[in-house]
């Protein structure tokens, strides 16, 4: 008598995927880890998937696939799900994006304030292969937080000039080391890690540079201890920032905390947009 050979699990093909469910998550997670194998006598950078299908072929050949099979087949349906739901966010993103356009569009067309639109059409950034990503405010407590990081870029921008008058760097100092060295990097720190609509180019800062540079001495110390005011900081009159060399070593001490920040953010410890900036402010304050 004949044995009727069990019909296999139906694939994304004859049933509808909707969603991953944890333990999908979970095996997709585990096959994108990344490893490090010893093949041939040398060191290879790969992926628990990889290994996997290498291992898969290997058994194959032996006659004995059956048990990684099943673990392709669930690794397969799993993906094919995941790609499901990268579609539907990349649809998603550009129907959110089309629909922040035409409220921005009615808003102008009325006289209205185009920041009151949250988020900015221009910073709903699709993804092809992943999704979609909103690179700027989403809300008014973000764009809040936002301005004040510009605002601070601007002032450091002008720092830079006043300690480039009041304080000449050496002719004979360390190559590399000039006045304003200090401000100058926390501006491309600062600017880096904005949002690309709020970034400047390396043009504007040197044209901002340039504006500022016309001003007399007296200007310029009136302007500074003025721009720190706006910051809640209050700067005695001819301030000058610390040395570069310090200012990296505190930097460099503040990095494992925003790492582990980052790390809750991801972790969804800390989910607040409050609790972030207090969290930020903290740091900064150190």
């Given at each position: 008598?004949?044995?009727r050979?069990?019909?296999?699990p139906?694939?994304?093909?004859?049933?509808?995927?909707?969603?991953l469910?944890p333990?999908?998550?979970?095996l997709?997670?585990?096959?994108d880890?990344?490893?490090?194998?010893l093949?041939?006598?040398?060191?290879?950078k790969?992926?628990?998937g990889?290994v996997v299908?290498?291992?898969?072929m290997q058994?194959?050949a032996?006659?004995?696939a059956?048990a990684?099979?099943?673990?392709?087949?669930?690794?397969?349906?799993?993906?094919?799900?995941?790609?499901?739901?990268?579609?539907?966010d990349?649809?998603f993103?550009?129907r959110?994006?089309?629909?922040q356009?035409?409220?921005l569009?009615e808003?102008?067309?009325?006289?209205?304030?185009?920041?009151s639109?949250?988020?900015?059409p221009?910073d709903i950034?699709?993804?092809?292969?992943t999704?979609?990503?909103?690179?700027?405010?989403a809300?008014d407590?973000q764009?809040?937080?936002?301005k004040?990081?510009c605002?601070?870029?601007n002032?450091l921008i002008?720092?830079?000039i006043l300690?480039?008058?009041l304080?000449?760097?050496?002719?004979?100092?360390p190559?590399?080391?000039f006045s304003g060295?200090?401000?100058l990097?926390?501006v491309?720190i600062l600017n880096?890690?904005?949002?690309?609509?709020?970034?400047m180019?390396?043009?504007?800062?040197?044209?901002?540079?340039?504006?500022?540079?016309?001003?007399?001495?007296?200007e310029?110390l009136?302007?500074?201890r003025?721009?720190?005011?706006?910051?809640?900081q209050?700067?005695?009159r001819g301030?000058?920032?610390?040395?570069?060399?310090?200012?990296?070593r505190q930097i460099?001490?503040l990095?494992?905390?925003?790492?582990?920040?980052?790390a809750d953010?991801?972790?969804g410890k800390?989910?607040s947009?409050?609790?972030i900036v207090e969290?930020?402010?903290?740091?900064?304050?150190?």
């Amino acid at each position: 008598m004949t044995r009727r050979r069990k019909a296999s699990p139906a694939t994304s093909s004859e049933t509808e995927l909707v969603s991953l469910t944890p333990i999908q998550q979970t095996l997709l997670e585990e096959a994108d880890r990344q490893i490090t194998i010893l093949s041939e006598g040398r060191e290879l950078k790969t992926t628990v998937g990889n290994v996997v299908i290498r291992k898969l072929m290997q058994t194959a050949a032996n006659g004995s696939a059956h048990a990684l099979g099943h673990s392709v087949k669930a690794i397969t349906v799993a993906q094919q799900v995941r790609q499901n739901v990268i579609k539907e966010d990349v649809a998603f993103g550009l129907r959110f994006k089309e629909y922040q356009q035409r409220l921005l569009d009615e808003v102008i067309s009325r006289g209205g304030d185009p920041e009151s639109v949250l988020p900015h059409p221009d910073d709903i950034v699709i993804v092809e292969g992943t999704g979609y990503r909103i690179d700027g405010p989403a809300d008014d407590e973000q764009l809040l937080v936002l301005k004040d990081n510009c605002r601070r870029r601007n002032v450091l921008i002008l720092q830079a000039i006043l300690e480039e008058r009041l304080a000449p760097a050496p002719a004979d100092g360390p190559v590399g080391l000039f006045s304003g060295a200090t401000p100058l990097v926390l501006v491309q720190i600062l600017n880096e890690g904005l949002p690309a609509r709020y970034r400047m180019s390396d043009t504007a800062i040197i044209v901002a540079m340039e504006r500022y540079r016309r001003l007399t001495k007296r200007e310029l110390l009136k302007h500074v201890r003025k721009a720190w005011a706006t910051l809640g900081q209050s700067r005695p009159r001819g301030w000058i920032m610390p040395p570069l060399g310090e200012t990296r070593r505190q930097i460099e001490r503040l990095i494992p905390e925003c790492m582990d920040l980052y790390a809750d953010i991801r972790t969804g410890k800390v989910t607040s947009d409050r609790k972030i900036v207090e969290r930020i402010g903290r740091i900064a304050r150190q």
